[in-house]
């Protein structure tokens, strides 16, 4: 749906949370699904969205995680912040 929106000229911010957030992980051997999504997100971002992934209280459980390149870390704040200034919201 995200590239599809870009597609026809509307920006994307593209918020990650809960199990969606382990999407954006930089992983040294990813799976085939992995990767799938990787290259999604990539293209995504190709397209001119903004990928953010919110909630990462259960990555410094879990250690030191990295993120793929381009995604960026915000709070709900910024989720709010962003719509409240947008004209479209969709959430899935």
Do not use: C
């Amino acid at each position: 749906m995200a590239a599809a929106a870009l597609a026809d000229g509307i920006l994307v911010s593209l918020f990650l949370s809960e199990e969606a957030a382990s999407l954006a992980l930089h992983l040294e051997n990813p799976g085939d699904r992995q990767r799938v999504h990787h290259d999604l997100l990539a293209e995504i971002q190709e397209l001119g969205a903004e990928i953010y992934v919110i909630g990462l209280d259960w990555m410094h459980a879990v250690g030191s995680l990295t993120l793929i390149p381009g995604v960026k870390v915000a709070s709900m704040k910024t989720l709010v912040r962003q719509m409240r200034l947008s004209d479209q919201v969709v959430a899935l």
